[in-house]
Nanobody, 124 residues
C-alpha cells in the first residue's frame, strides 16, 4: 500500500510564499513521476508540476512557471513544492500524486496514488 501525505498548506496574502511537502511511503524512484495537482471549487484538476525519476527532469504548468519550484529530497522520500509570488488564483486544494505519467504527466488519469490534499488560500 502506497501512501502520500501532503502538508504545508495555509493562508497567505498575495505575493507571499508557501512550501508544500509530499511524503511518500515508498522510495519514490519506484514511480516514474511524482506530480503536484491543484483543484479549485468548480474547476477541473490542474497539473502544477512533476518530477521524473526522482528529479532527473522537472516539468511545470504554464500558469506557475517561474514562480513554483519542485524539488525532491531523496533521503526523506519527500517532494517539495515551493510557491512564490502567490496570486489569489492559486487558491485551491493541492494534491500530490505518484504514477507512470503514461500519455502525459499532466493527466490525472496517469497517476495511481493520491494524497488527501492540503488547502492553499491566497488573499488579495
Amino acid at each position: 500500500q502506497v501512501q502520500l501525505m501532503e502538508s504545508g498548506g495555509g493562508s497567505v496574502q498575495a505575493g507571499g510564499s508557501l512550501r508544500l511537502s509530499c511524503l511518500v511511503s515508498r522510495d519514490f524512484y519506484s514511480f516514474p513521476y511524482i506530480a503536484w495537482f491543484r483543484q479549485a471549487p468548480g474547476r477541473e484538476r490542474e497539473a502544477v508540476g512533476a518530477i521524473y525519476r526522482g528529479g532527473r527532469n522537472t516539468y511545470y504548468g504554464d500558469s506557475v512557471k517561474g514562480r513554483f519550484t519542485i524539488s525532491p529530497d531523496n533521503a526523506k522520500n519527500t517532494v517539495y513544492l515551493q510557491m512564490n509570488s502567490l496570486k489569489p488564483e492559486d487558491t485551491a486544494m493541492y494534491y500530490c500524486a505518484a504514477g507512470s505519467g503514461a500519455f502525459g504527466w499532466v493527466l490525472p488519469s496517469a497517476y495511481n496514488y493520491w494524497g488527501q490534499g492540503t488547502q492553499v488560500t491566497v488573499s488579495s
